[in-house]
């Protein structure tokens, strides 16, 4: 399939979100760290932090919200997060609603998936429980025989849920399933978690069902050494990733076949990840075939640096600091299992900027609904053009690529090769010397209603017309000399400082056009020209920016 066509068919497609809403309201997995802001920064000072942004430094548990559990987390010897490509995160598969087949403590069995649906060798396998009606987001669902009439939920979500039966993960292996999701707490039984030792009566419940269904004891069951082997060692060698949490429009895709992508934040040394998921579907009326054909032939090019402790931060913004407070061999709370709670500020690794981190009245990340995040775009490449600290204009651009009003604008300056992870890596010319954009581009953008904007270096400013300017004075003289070379004007006479401080930022995200940052990765490979360009960004409710898995789509 041609580009164009590719393009047309993305375009048409519906693409469903099946993420659930990320908050300081979202419970944790028991025993893990829920999330948590904290403003450092603001635009006019803050007493954490000096002016300039609405910055946050947030702390969280990687299993809070809709996340994939990578194969590091079982084991250790496994691949990381950053080392599972898109093509392991995506693809044809299946969602199975066994809501009217389960109970609290109950089980889903083989037979209940191949009874609603067709599962193929290789697919992604959904699974719907119901029991995403007990997230934190949903109505209370009425229950008289608990406690003021109403399901705790947090005890549904993630103590009572059902879980696989004995023979599910072999079942799911003779399948060679690329993926298994859950619209609940957990992919395992919560009872084959540390659940069970946390909330014992809850136990005896679950073992009482267990009986009823099968006859047998818990470890008559689930033989505690066969059940680890399995899942700490077999499971993650044959490389199945789980993901939990799901929710958003699941609902809509009932026993249906589908094509997912999960994107993951790539975590270097964390086990498990956020992510955002999307479901992609046929436009109504349409027998599935282009799209079909359109997903088959096409490549994803993965533009997302590793998010690792490595990775540089802006300046005065917290790098990212990990802490495992799990370990497969029982450390803390652990009942074998990978995992950390995490703490960092956003202006790191590939990101998007949301419209509250420069304007008060904007929408979080989280209130921003997927197809923002999507649609119709082109690369630039101005590599050829750009040099330390020079500045780039909307001719070179079109000189470059044909612009179509509403495209999403991707400029490849070449400064994605000076990154932390580069063999030619520079980080001093990587965050201080890139070049930025001309006086008039914040205007062009808003011209031509490009949709968002992304850039292949540490941010869409020049670093001049930011704090960069103070803190490195050397720096802003080489940049005043080009620039005097370029207009035959000084810097304050180009760039008057109450209308192009952070130009990119407070001129155009009142007008809703954001902007990624630290694109990188394969965008080597992109050429100048069209593609269709996505950014799974998560969905969380109170963040002005955060982190995604951000994608270009092009025929082979």
């Not at 047309?8 to 829920?34: I, K």
């Not at 978690?193 to 009566?201: D, G, K, M, S």
């Not at 680890?228 to 009932?254: F, N, V, Y």
């Not at 981190?357 to 989280?366: S, V």
Request: net charge negative; aromatic share 12%; hydrophobic share 40%.
């Amino acid at each position: 399939m041609d580009r164009d066509r590719l393009i047309s068919a993305l375009s048409q497609a519906r693409w469903l979100d099946l993420t659930q809403p990320l908050s300081l309201f979202t419970p944790p997995f028991p025993g893990e760290m829920p999330l948590q802001v904290h403003f450092f920064k603001r635009l006019t000072g803050s007493f954490g932090g000096g002016q300039g942004a609405n910055g946050q430094l947030i702390e969280w548990s990687n299993n809070t919200g809709t996340h994939v559990v990578g194969p590091r987390a079982f084991h250790s010897g496994s691949r990381s997060l950053a080392e599972v490509p898109l093509t392991d995160l995506s693809g044809p598969g299946v969602v199975a609603d066994v809501s009217d087949a389960v109970c609290d403590y109950g089980f889903y069995t083989p037979e209940m998936i191949t009874d609603r649906v067709e599962v193929r060798e290789g697919d992604i396998l959904v699974i719907n429980t119901g029991y995403h009606k007990h997230a934190w987001d949903q109505p209370d669902v009425p229950n008289a025989a608990m406690q003021a009439g109403i399901e705790n939920k947090e005890f549904g979500y993630y103590v009572r849920h059902p879980g696989p039966s004995p023979d599910f993960f072999p079942w799911a292996l003779e399948r060679k399933l690329k993926m298994i999701a859950v619209d609940c707490g957990s992919a395992e039984h919560p009872m084959n978690t540390n659940i069970r030792f946390l909330h014992a009566r809850e136990f005896e419940k679950a073992e009482a069902v267990a009986r009823e269904s099968y006859g047998k004891s818990w470890e008559e069951l689930f033989p505690p050494a066969e059940y680890q082997r399995l899942t700490h060692i077999t499971m993650p060698k044959a490389g199945l990733l789980l993901a939990e949490s799901l929710g958003g429009e699941i609902d809509a895709l009932s026993n249906r076949r589908s094509w997912f992508v999960f994107g993951a934040i790539p975590f270097m040394e964390v086990a498990s990840a956020w992510t955002r998921v999307a479901a992609l579907e046929p436009p109504e009326g349409s027998d599935g075939a282009e799209l079909a054909e359109a997903l088959s032939s096409a490549e994803m090019l993965d533009l997302t640096l590793p998010f690792s402790v490595q990775t540089p931060q802006w300046a005065n913004y917290e790098p990212l600091s990990i802490r495992y407070t799990k370990r497969v061999g029982g450390l803390d709370f652990g009942l074998g299992r990978n995992n950390a709670h995490c703490k960092a500020s956003f202006h790191l690794a590939t990101h998007m900027d949301g419209e509250k981190h420069f304007w008060a009245a904007g929408r979080t990340i989280g209130q921003v609904p997927l197809d923002y995040w999507h649609g119709p775009g082109v690369v630039a490449d101005i590599s050829g053009d750009v040099s330390d600290s020079s500045v780039y204009t909307p001719e070179m651009i079109e000189e470059k690529v044909e612009i179509e009003d509403g495209d999403i604008l991707l400029i490849k300056t070449g400064w994605h090769a000076y990154g932390w992870n580069s063999p030619d890596s520079d980080e001093f010319r990587y965050m201080i010397k890139h070049p930025g954009p001309s006086p008039d581009f914040s205007d062009w953008c808003i011209r031509r209603k490009i949709k968002w904007l992304g850039i292949d270096c540490v941010a869409m400013e020049h670093p001049m017309n930011t704090i960069q300017r103070i803190m490195h004075p050397k720096t802003f003289e080489e940049a005043n000399r080009k620039l005097i070379d370029q207009y035959g004007k000084d810097w304050d006479q180009v760039f008057p400082l109450d209308k192009y401080y952070q130009d990119m930022h407070l001129n155009l995200f009142p007008k809703g056009i954001v902007h990624a940052e630290n694109l990188g990765h394969e965008i080597a490979k992109a050429e100048t020209g069209r593609y269709y360009v996505a950014a799974f960004v998560q969905r969380g409710m109170e963040l002005a920016s955060c982190w995604g898995r951000f994608v270009l789509f092009r025929e082979r």
